[in-house]
């Protein structure tokens, strides 16, 4: 917590033992009913946990954070998901934590990379990924589709945006795999140096046009990144353009397996179903479950006074939850009213997810190759789903079955 400047009187915040990193959240159910509660008390609240932070559990603080019109926060900060899914480099990574000027230049920069045509331009390749996974389990009759299949597409993906050769892709996918189900502290070490090296070795093979190579001979700020600011940018970009896309994608399944109905509909292409599953999908449980922000300059924020070296963590879910922007958010619903982009599962302000558009396309692609090669692919009877809950809001597994020939 921040030393507060002598005779400064500070807005007193609800304390709370809420902690999205406390490991009994991964296997509650009823986090959202938490979440509730809590947002129901304050818009913005102070936990102990962690060294203490404050917590934003309503819209609109959570929208104001992130979309820093005054300038007061900093996506450079030790909270939140970056610091929980990429080695840790110590430097700053160009563009995702960097703000104001230089952050825009690096986002117009590489802005071309991440467009609606850069996907669909993406897409063939993606259904060829798509196909090739798919013909490894179709045979088989029943399989897990997280570990055989959802999250086999996303690296690739990311490492072919990134500008990693095809040839090293399936490799770095690996050890990017062992490093994010690393169980144990020394496990985690052995596998973070493992892949940061892997990577910075990929870095002197990659070609100029491509987007690494882009950020490799771009000097914004006056500097031109260093190796490690490379390898930490990539690795950042490789967990984005993974963990998204592929716990969304468990998500959106899940939800169909839930609902026959809807998944007949979807199955029969129904126009423009699909997207409206993902959307609302990705509305109701967002993969990316907190982001975590630096206060740099004094502020307020949900009627609490924060100076500068305050941290805030953004809860996702919780502004999608939230009953004055959705007054049905705990609502499954296809056919809701209030604007898709109203809701922040792809976050808002300068740091939103650049790679949205890809992986919204990832997504419905994965989607439509499954059910179109297996219409009747299904979770296993008796089989108990969980979400996992920590910065990351996923499905670990997936297992179904379907009819063979």
């Known amino acids: 917590m921040s030393e507060e400047r002598a005779g400064s009187q500070r807005t007193g915040p609800v304390e709370t033992d809420f902690d999205h990193l406390d490991p009994a959240f991964a296997i509650v159910d009823d986090v959202h009913e938490r979440l509730k509660v809590l947002r129901g008390r304050c818009p913005v609240a102070h936990t102990q946990a962690d060294g203490g932070y404050f917590l934003a559990f309503r819209y609109p603080a959570i929208a104001e954070a992130a979309r820093n019109a005054s ?42 990379h991440f467009s609606q045509e850069a996907a669909a331009t993406h897409e063939d390749h993606v259904r060829r990924l798509c196909r090739d996974a798919i013909a490894r389990f179709v045979g088989d009759g029943q399989t897990d589709l997280v570990a055989s299949y959802v999250r086999v597409i996303p690296p690739l993906v990311a490492a072919m945006v990134l500008g990693i050769p095809e040839q090293h892709r399936p490799a770095l996918a690996e050890y990017l795999r062992e490093f994010m189900t690393a169980a144990t502290p020394d496990e985690t070490a052995r596998c973070s140096e493992a892949y940061t090296a892997f990577l910075s070795a990929l870095l002197d093979d990659v070609e100029e046009e491509s987007m690494i190579g882009t950020v490799a001979r771009t000097s914004i700020g006056g500097v031109v990144p260093n190796p490690l600011q490379l390898t930490k940018f990539s690795a950042l970009m490789l967990a984005a353009g993974h963990l ?66 305050d941290r805030v963590v953004l809860l996702w ?57 297996i219409p009747d692919v299904r979770l296993l009877p008796g089989a108990r789903t969980r979400r996992t809950f920590g910065v990351i809001r996923g499905v670990p597994e997936l297992p179904t079955i379907w009819s063979l020939p």
């Not at 480099?89 to 825009?104: Q, S």
């Not at 740091?351 to 919204?360: F, L």
């Open 71 to 112: 300038g007061a926060f900093s996506a450079n900060v030790n909270i939140g998901a970056a610091p929980r899914v990429a080695p840790p480099l110590a430097c700053i990574a160009p563009m995702f934590e960097v703000d104001g000027a230089e952050h825009r230049q690096w986002r117009k920069l590489l802005a071309h």
């Open 317 to 373: 879910p919780s502004a999608n939850r939230d009953e004055s922007v959705f007054p049905d958010g705990s609502e499954f619903r296809v056919d809701r009213e209030e604007p898709s982009a109203q809701q922040l599962a792809w976050g808002t302000g300068p740091h939103q997810c650049v790679g949205k558009h890809i992986a919204r396309m990832e997504i419905r692609v994965m989607i439509e190759e499954l059910l179109a090669a």
């Open 244 to 309: 998204t896309a592929s716990d969304a994608c468990a998500g959106v399944l899940l939800n169909l397996f839930e609902r026959d109905r809807l998944r007949a509909r979807v199955v029969a292409a129904e126009p423009g179903l699909l997207t409206a599953v993902i959307n609302e999908s990705v509305r109701q449980e967002p993969a990316v479950t907190v982001t975590g922000r630096a206060v740099v300059k004094e502020t307020e924020l949900g009627g609490v006074r924060l100076v500068p070296g």
